[in-house]
């Protein structure tokens, strides 16, 4: 579950950009996830839906792809509905997990642009020490987790935190300027 206390971005109007990894074949249309994990629990990585306002940015990580395709603005506020899903993470895929339908969070998206040239993760893995550096300025600034989408430990090259919705701190967008300007 999300912290119930205030996230380090709610004071930074600036700091509505969110990235959403997924290997949906629909990427763009819509962002979903069920109320709960497998578990029965809430999940923050779903419960941030909630949390989206009209005009936030979603950049789009697409797993198959292994890059960042291309971005959408937040329509609406989310809405209940039924969706079909199964997480993808490495418990579930051992489970057996098959998609079904469960009650869920659906979130419009508009403007969906495809990047003419997707942000690989290999440009991730090149600017680690740059996005490492500001994610630990991030950290030393905030007490709250920084939620942020791809691993930077040194034992493995960068690749995506499992989960599917994270916050896409601002600080991306100068390191990867071209992600809003494509």
């Not at 709960?36 to 419960?47: A, M, V």
């Not at 971005?71 to 506020?77: F, L, T, Y």
């Not at 791809?150 to 601002?170: A, H, S």
Request: charge should be positive; glycine fraction near 6%.
């Amino acid at each position: 579950m999300v912290n119930s206390t205030s996230q380090w971005w709610e004071s930074d109007d600036s700091e509505n950009l969110w990235i959403e990894i997924t290997d949906r074949d629909d990427i763009g249309s819509n962002l979903k996830a069920p109320v709960t994990n497998q578990k029965g629990d809430e999940y923050w990585s779903y419960s941030f839906l909630k949390s989206l306002q009209p005009g936030d940015i979603i950049f789009h990580y697409d797993k198959k792809h292994k890059a960042i395709v291309g971005k959408s603005k937040v329509a609406e506020h989310y809405k209940n509905g039924q969706i079909k899903w199964a997480a993808r993470g490495t418990v579930s895929r051992k489970a057996g997990i098959r998609p079904y339908w469960r009650e869920g969070w659906i979130v419009a998206l508009a403007n969906h642009h495809i990047f003419e040239k997707p942000r690989t993760i290999q440009s991730i893995i090149e600017n680690k020490d740059r996005i490492k550096l500001e994610c630990d300025r991030l950290k030393t600034r905030h007490e709250t987790p920084l939620y942020f989408p791809f691993e930077l430990g040194d034992k493995r090259p960068p690749r995506p935190m499992q989960g599917y919705l994270f916050k896409f701190p601002k600080f991306m967008l100068d390191i990867f300027p071209e992600l809003n300007n494509d």
